[in-house]
């Protein structure tokens, strides 16, 4: 799998951004021409990074922020809904302060090597569960199965069904904080999601947004 | 001693195996007895009800029996001075006596056995309470096939009922409402028809919900036959109930009689669809005369399969209901059983979750912890509200994003706030 990582996403037009939308989705680039159709593999991870703002200042503590409340909904607004719609995880990224690099000095780090053998342990967990599937990443499991095989635990859909009723989440949404929430059920080593899993999943997605 | 010429050992063996085996000889005699009723008075025989209740159902058989002019019945009528005119004794006497047969007896019994179809009678712990506001008219005895623990989940049950010439509209709707409730851990209780009936007991098998169907015939076999694989399902996963013996065909008067028995086991009833002179009319009249919440599902104006919903919203004080929630709101499952019928089934809930799949009950007091420890104006970061909720991390984390997917919790630059109510 290849990595994509678009730094300042809402400088790039809207278009070409929302072209991703099917890719993301299908894993694969259909291109039509008169004479023939190409498809190529396009399985990918997609990361997009965003400045809270033009100026980049917003919500930062001792930092003016230039922009005007306009200038800032319309930036942010550059990544559709559809769009946003199929990123699982949003991450709010403040700006480290000096007080910040002090305390960070004494606290417990994970290192990269420490994060790299929890994704192994749960990737060989997954490969080993899905054996008798034709995926091998949460991120391939199809819908269907999601909601039905590998339903989380009974009673823990509850306000994920809830949402989908009210239209607070679409039926992909639901179908990507299931994956989600696989994933931390590997990283957590239990054999299948539960309310806790599927809570965390939608902490990391910003469910309401 | 016999029943109906029939040795007691020989009726302990036919009975034991629809029935708990711990019964002594009077609990086998009495459901051998039940048994033997519902082939001979029709569903809704308010004399024969009487009768059963004042007497007893083996002392009502036995005089019954013994004395096929009716004159035994009366006497024993009379000592128990039992309210009955004697022109209903004889006219009921003289149903009875031609339907008396043992060869009928035995063969709904075996029959029974073949298909593993349990006798369930009032005063049986898993016998559906409701039926008991129907009086005299109440059945006599249960034929279940299917899961019969899941009787009990009658307490939180709703009937979705319809026409069976539903259209796309009514499916539709039936659909969403019927999952929608099943989600909410009520049970789903049909007729198995086709339309209406069949789509409510799909969508609750779908959404792993519980589901009953009440037939209007015999247990053995299947009505209607195109509905031979969904009843299959039904029984794998719910439970399919009638009050008539295996071998019993479903008739007219049995559908409508079938039909009291869904308005009387459930909460409330919903209509979806139902043409001016619909079965379901009948239901939801039953539903009504038994002081049931009844709801409509409104349509069209020009619709015709929506002619009998509208009627009902006009004459017989209907709800208007168009989602589940609102559904919910005639039968509110507040302080009754509602454990989920699929937590139930693996003997498992998740932590913090409701079973029953409905919002989280807080057991722990996460949520309380969590939102006494966010202010409403002032944002705070996931580990401040950690450090003074006294609650992991990842609990917190796990606990906000359920929040703001309900909307009670918001993200702001720099942390997590309370939402405004």
């Keep these: ?209 | 001693m016999t029943i109906l010429g029939i040795a007691d050992a020989t009726v302990a063996s036919l009975v034991r195996p629809l029935t708990d085996p711990a019964h002594d000889r009077d609990a086998v005699a009495d459901r051998f007895a039940r048994a033997t009723w519902t082939s001979i008075a029709e569903p809704g025989d308010g004399v024969a009800g009487r009768v059963v209740g004042a007497l007893g159902a083996e002392a009502a058989l036995a005089a019954l029996i013994d004395d096929r002019e009716g004159a035994l019945l009366r006497h024993a009528l009379e000592q128990h001075e039992v309210d009955l005119e004697a022109r209903e004794i004889d006219d009921a006497v003289a149903r009875w006596t031609p339907r008396i047969s043992k060869a009928d007896a035995l063969l709904a019994l075996r029959q029974a056995a073949r298909f593993a179809v349990s006798i369930v009678v009032p005063g049986d712990p898993d016998w559906p309470a409701g039926l008991d506001d129907l009086g005299d008219h109440a059945p006599i005895a249960l034929w279940v096939r299917g899961r019969r623990q899941l009787l009990s989940r009658f307490e939180t049950s709703i009937a979705i009922v319809g026409a069976r010439a539903a259209t796309g509209y009514g499916e539709h709707v039936t659909i969403e409402l019927a999952s929608g409730l099943a989600d909410r851990g009520y049970t789903i209780v049909s007729g198995a028809a086709y339309g209406i009936d069949g789509a409510a007991h799909r969508a609750a098998l779908a959404s792993r919900g519980t589901t009953i169907a009440f037939l209007a015939g015999g247990l053995d076999r299947f009505y209607p036959s195109g509905h031979d694989a969904l009843l299959a399902r039904i029984v794998e996963h719910g439970a399919a109930i009638s009050e008539v013996p295996c071998g019993g065909a479903p008739t007219k008067w049995r559908f409508l009689q079938r039909n009291r028995l869904i308005a009387a086991a459930s909460l409330a009833t919903v209509v979806v669809e139902a043409g001016a002179r619909s079965g379901s009319l009948n239901t939801a009249g039953h539903a009504a005369a038994l002081g049931r919440p009844l709801g409509a599902v409104p349509g069209p104006v020009t619709s015709s399969a929506s002619a009998g919903c509208h009627r009902l919203l006009r004459e017989y004080d209907a709800v208007c209901v168009t989602r589940a929630e609102e559904i919910a709101e005639l039968a509110p499952l507040a302080g009754r059983e509602r454990e989920s019928p699929a937590a139930a089934a693996s003997g498992s809930t998740v932590e913090g979750a409701e079973p029953g799949g409905r919002p989280a009950a807080d057991p722990a007091g996460t949520r309380i912890r969590l939102l006494d420890a966010l202010s409403p104006r002032s944002a705070r970061t996931v580990e401040k509200v950690a450090a003074m909720s006294g609650l992991a991390i990842d609990r917190v984390r796990a606990e906000l994003g359920l929040l703001a997917l309900e909307g009670l919790v918001k993200e702001r630059a720099g942390g997590w706030v309370r939402a405004a109510p």
């Excluded at chain 1, 930062?60 to 909904?73: G, I, K, L, N, S």
């Excluded at chain 1, 910040?100 to 192994?120: G, I, K, N």
């Excluded at chain 1, 809830?162 to 990507?176: F, I």
């Design chain 1, 1 to 209: 799998m290849k990595q994509r990582s678009f730094a300042e996403a809402p400088e790039f037009a809207p278009s070409a951004l929302d072209c991703l939308r099917q890719p993301l989705e299908s894993g694969v680039i259909t291109i039509a021409r008169a004479a023939a159709t190409a498809r190529f593999p396009a399985r990918f991870q997609l990361v997009l990074a965003a400045n809270p703002c033009p100026c980049g200042n917003a919500g930062v503590r001792d930092a003016e922020c230039t922009c005007t409340p306009f200038a800032r909904r319309r930036y942010l607004g550059r990544l559709s809904g559809p769009l946003l719609d199929r990123v699982d995880i949003q991450l709010d990224v403040p700006r480290v302060t000096a007080a910040q690099l002090r305390v960070a000095a004494d606290a417990p780090v994970t290192t990269t090597a420490a994060a790299r053998e929890r994704v192994m342990a749960a990737r060989a967990r997954a490969a080993h569960r899905l054996a008798d599937h034709p995926w091998r990443l949460n991120a391939h499991a199809p819908g269907a199965w999601l909601r039905r095989e590998g339903a989380p635990a009974p009673g823990s859909t509850a306000a994920l069904d809830r949402a989908l009723e009210r239209g607070a989440l679409t039926m992909r949404g639901y179908d990507r904080v299931l994956r989600i929430a696989w994933t931390l059920a590997d990283l957590d080593g239990v054999d299948r999601p539960g309310l806790d899993q599927i809570g965390r999943a939608l902490y990391l997605r910003k469910a309401a947004a």
